[in-house]
Structures are given as structure tokens and as C-alpha cells.
């Protein structure tokens, strides 16, 4: 069979993908095949559908988009595999040779050109300023409040913004538009997000903000991680928790509670921020904080990056049932990610389980 599949991006990971040499140690952490059960959609599964795709002997028929596509980029199998295959960016190369040929699953298409038209995924029309309440000032902190907070869950952003001025900061919020991360999450074309990158970035420069701060894991890697790659960012970048272990915090106490944390994978796997989310859940006098057995590089997925919870909800609600599952002592999960609480509250249904933003509850707590 002759595929009429044109790939660019493919090519420059031909390597990586020879050197699998399918023991399947990445079987055993990858949360898709835990929710789904086939190898196609696991790692090493994946790693031979690109196999294929690379050299014409498979077609991007709708499986195969399935398989590439109801993976959460969550890492772990890139931590666990010895021949140290970067799955997460073969996957991710596979996913914009897929889109550059016209395979795009509907809903990633409608996200990802209302981000072209109107800076947000939620074809929201009104400022960010009218939805957050604040106008953009000269500060020497930005806080950049990310599109799911601004627009959907607010209360992230609202504490966050409660927090700042408590602490009596003077920081500016931003004129911004989307990062960018779900665009690079499911293979949009680069120009696209690098435009975003630039606009971003201008806007933030021209404030004369040297320190940015951002309570969203996903945001948060593209501005550490994927920014300096295609613009000059000339800004220090902090999550919220290493800015808020930084601070002399006053909270009261949280008695009878026994909380566990949840590290998204973007902040920590991809980032390595494990430490700073702790030391501020250890400022709260009178919480019994536990860790889940899967904790910090090991921690598993809350099902909902990559897309998958956009493109295929009840397999991100699935993989959020197994981590909550994890947390069975604890009457209380604290994450540090809008898209880690959002999915892991419909993971707890009917649990009687919470989930929160720290954000949130150092907010209460002050
Ligand atoms: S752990 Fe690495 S080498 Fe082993 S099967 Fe998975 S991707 Fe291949
Ligand atoms: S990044 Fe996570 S979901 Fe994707 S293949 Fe690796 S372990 Fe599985």
C-alpha cells in the first residue's frame, strides 16, 4: 500500500523511533492503555503506528487518529523507557504531520481556530480585562492569568488575584491571548503559536513586568519551556506556588482535614516543580497531608491534557476515576492546574471527595 501521507516533521525522529526496542516498559505507566487496554494506544503501541505511517505502510484512517490522539502527553512513559525514546514529541510531530494533512478531529479544529480568531479557545468575544475586572498597568510583576481561568474556571483566577493584593503586590494582570498550548498539544501549525508566543510576550515586555507569574501548569511550561525556543522571553517565569513559597504566608488552620496533592504532569514531569506546591500546602497549620503512592515523578495522570478531554471526555473521565481511586484516604486532592481540577471533579463524582486549587484555599486561609 502506497500512503499518500506527506510527512516533514516525521522524518527529523526517524531515530528515536528505530530505537525502540519494544520491551514495554512504558505498558505498565501509560494511563491511555490503562483506560482503553489495547497497545495501540500506549507508548510503544504508538511508537509502531508512527513506524508505519513513516514509511507508507499505513493509512491515517480514523483509528489511527484515535490511537494518536487519546494521548494525555503526560510523560511518564518518557521518565520509565530506557532507550530514552521521547514518546511525547514523536506523538506530538505525528500529530501536526496529521493535521498538515488535513486530519484534525473537529472539535481540536473549532479550538483551534477560534484561538486565531478571538485569542481564546471558548469563542469567548468580550476583553479579558471586562471578565477579569483589571486594566493593565506598568508593574515589575505580571500575572498572566491563562484562557480556562479567565473564562471558565474564574475562581482560580479570582483568588489568584485575591492572594496578589492581599499580599499587597504590585503586579499588573496582562492584555494577553492564548499561550498556544493546546495548539502545540494537538499539531496546529507553529506559525500560529508562535504568533501567539510574540504577541504574547510584546505585551508583557511593554508593561515592564521582569517577573511573570501563572497559576496554570499547562500555561506555565509554555512560558518556561516551549517559549525561549521560537522568541526571546527577557522575564524570570514562576508557577504561582514557587512565588508563593517565596512569602512569609499567614494562613489559619485546616483542622480535621486529611488532603493529599496531585502534581500536574506539565508542572512537574515536564517541568520538575514538585518542591514548591508542598512547601505552601505545609504553611497550613493543622492539615494532615498525606502523599498518593504515585507522587512527584511518578504521579499518574488526571486524563485531561493532550486534547483528550476535548476529543474523547470519557476516556479522560476514566483515567481521572483511576487517579482519584489512588487518593482513597484523602478527603481532599489539591492540585495547581485548572485542567488537573476540572477533570479530576468529574473523576470524584460521587465520591464526596474534593478537589481544589491551592490557589483557592490559601485564598480562604489568609
Ligand atoms: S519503554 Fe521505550 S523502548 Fe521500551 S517499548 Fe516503551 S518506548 Fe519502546
Ligand atoms: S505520554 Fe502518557 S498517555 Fe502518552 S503515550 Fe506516554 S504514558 Fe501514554
Not at 23 to 39: E, N
Not at 225 to 232: N, R
Request: glycine letters at 10%; charged letters at 25%; aromatic letters at 8%.
Amino acid at each position: 500500500m502506497v500512503s499518500q501521507f506527506s510527512t516533514d516533521r516525521l522524518e527529523e525522529v526517524r531515530h528515536a523511533v528505530d530505537v525502540c526496542t519494544m520491551c514495554g516498559f512504558c505498558k505498565s505507566v501509560c494511563p491511555s492503555f490503562k483506560a482503553i487496554g489495547w497497545d495501540s494506544a500506549l507508548s510503544r503501541g504508538r511508537i509502531v503506528l508512527t513506524y508505519g505511517l513513516l514509511n507508507g505502510d499505513l493509512e491515517p484512517d480514523q483509528g489511527f487518529i484515535d490511537n494518536m490522539y487519546t494521548c494525555t502527553t503526560c510523560a511518564d512513559c518518557v521518565r520509565r523507557c530506557p532507550s530514552k525514546v521521547n514518546i511525547v514529541d514523536i506523538i506530538e510531530l505525528c500529530r501536526a504531520d496529521l493535521v498538515r494533512n488535513g486530519h484534525i478531529l473537529p472539535k481540536h479544529k473549532a479550538m483551534c481556530e477560534g484561538i486565531v480568531e478571538n485569542g481564546n479557545p471558548f469563542k469567548e468575544k468580550g476583553s479579558r480585562r471586562e471578565a477579569l475586572g483589571r486594566v493593565p498597568h506598568p508593574a515589575k510583576i505580571g500575572y498572566y492569568v491563562g484562557c480556562t481561568a479567565t473564562y471558565r474556571s474564574k475562581k482560580t483566577a479570582q483568588a489568584t488575584l485575591s492572594i496578589l493584593d492581599k499580599l499587597g503586590v504590585d503586579f499588573t494582570t496582562v492584555d494577553e491571548v492564548c499561550c498556544g498550548s493546546v495548539m502545540q498539544r494537538v499539531g496546529w501549525p507553529q506559525e500560529d503559536v508562535t504568533a501567539l508566543m510574540r504577541k504574547n510576550v510584546e505585551q508583557i515586555k511593554a508593561l515592564g513586568v521582569e517577573m511573570l507569574v501563572l497559576a496554570c501548569a499547562g500555561c506555565y511550561r509554555m512560558f518556561k519551556l516551549e517559549y525561549p525556543k521560537y522568541v526571546d522571553v527577557p522575564f524570570e517565569v514562576l508557577h504561582i506556588t514557587e512565588f508563593l513559597a517565596r512569602q512569609d504566608l499567614k494562613l489559619k488552620p485546616m483542622e480535621g482535614v486529611v488532603a493529599t496533592y496531585h502534581d500536574p504532569c506539565h508542572l512537574g514531569r515536564h517541568c520538575g516543580v514538585y518542591d514548591a506546591p508542598r512547601e505552601v500546602i505545609a504553611k497550613i497549620p493543622g492539615l494532615q497531608f498525606r502523599e498518593m503512592e504515585f507522587n512527584k515523578g511518578l504521579s499518574h495522570c488526571c486524563g485531561g491534557g493532550g486534547g483528550v478531554k476535548s476529543g474523547y471526555p470519557g476516556i479522560s473521565k476514566d483515567i481521572a476515576v483511576t487517579r482519584i481511586e489512588e487518593a482513597s484516604f484523602a478527603d481532599l486532592i489539591i492540585t495547581t492546574c485548572p485542567f488537573c481540577v476540572n477533570n479530576l471533579k468529574d473523576g470524584a463524582e460521587g465520591t464526596g471527595k474534593q478537589v481544589r486549587d491551592l490557589v483557592e484555599i490559601v485564598d480562604e486561609l489568609m
